[in-house]
């Protein structure tokens, strides 16, 4: 296994699971602050990349073994989906047997990825009991795990996803009330055609507006797990209709996300369920109103609009209507500062190492 680069041995160590990912990234301080994060190990078998983390190498209780001299805390993030419960427990005891605390941020209470919770569930009762510090994005998730595990969960807003050079360029100017539902590679937590049936018709009956659906190219492969020809045949004949603009293309860097996303004026999260969203971050940093359901916390993340849709209840047609009015009567949406995300992200850098010096016994 690759050994881990550090930069600053003299500060705390976190062997972070992911490090590269953009909100681990993002709960740095811009500039050093004794807080230096090991890269991530690259997998074997992959093309080389300074931030190819899955699947992570850290969680192998062997790596521990091998590493714990180079690292103070552990802290997992996510990335943890194809590990079982017993698999969990070995890396749980792997840290005790070298004396390193455990730190875990629950980003998802719900895995977007699985449709049948069970795994997750089972997952997170290893995980959250074990854990010497808890980290959440909002209130109501913190509460949730309050009454699930007894366990208190300190709550950090989830910092910029936007680069702030990027964040502080004004938004492009249109004459169109565009809104998007990108359906990504159809995750398990995705109701697209109901959303986009209700969006189609509420949208073709506002003056200068237009509905663009996005999806990944593997929906359109046969070979792909994520095919899905019927949703494809259904959205292409509310093409013929007039009734929606249907975009197949690639994974989008970030570049063009952001492009795609500051051409729209409301972004709809298909979703029915799941916990926080990084999109949705991402929409508040471009100035992208956000139709988010109720099944999560997405309402206490950030300002947005809310929609009533779970997996149990389905899809609440009269409240998606109202939601796509409000927002094209209310527009310009609200947009996050440049100086207020660069405050927040030193604040939540500062409120990781803390928690991390606490934890190792040194003096902030």
Known sequence: MEAPSTDRPDGIRVASVPAGHVYVRHCSAPEPDGVT??????????????????????LDPDWVSAHHEDFDV???????DAHGPEQLTALVDALRRHGKPLVHTVHDLR?????????????????????????????????????????????????????????ARPRPPGDQFRV??????????MAVLPVVRVLAETVAGLTDAELLVNIHRDVTDPEAPAHAPELLAALRELV????????????FDDEQLWDYLEALDLSVLPYRFGTHSGWLE???????????????FYAEQRPCL????????????ESLRKAVLRAYEERPAPRAGVRHRARERTEVAAAHRALYAGLVGRAE
């Not at 994060?37 to 850290?58: E, H």
């Not at 290893?126 to 208190?152: N, S, Y």
């Not at 013929?240 to 994974?251: A, E, F, K, S, V």
């Open 240 to 251: 013929h209709r007039g009734r929606l603009t249907l975009t197949i293309h690639d994974r």
């Open 306 to 317: 809310t929609y009533g849709h779970t997996q149990e209840g389905g899809l609440d047609e």
């Open 180 to 189: 998007g539902v990108h359906a990504r590679s159809l995750r398990p937590d």
């Open 111 to 167: 895995n977007p990825h699985h449709l049948d919770p069970a795994a997750h569930d089972a997952a997170l009762d290893v995980i959250v009991p074990a854990a010497d510090r808890l980290i959440t994005l909002t209130p109501g998730a913190a509460h949730t795990i309050g009454e699930r595990w007894g366990r208190t969960a300190t709550v950090l807003p989830h910092p910029h996803v936007v680069d702030l050079p990027r964040l």
């Open 74 to 80: 552990f802290h997992l993030h996510f990335g943890f």
């Open 282 to 296: 991402a929409c508040h940093d471009l100035g992208t109103a956000v139709a988010a359901p109720d099944c999560g």
């Open 37 to 58: 994060r090991l890269r991530d190990p690259l997998p074997s078998g992959g093309p080389s990349s300074s931030r190819r983390w899955w699947p992570p190498v850290m």
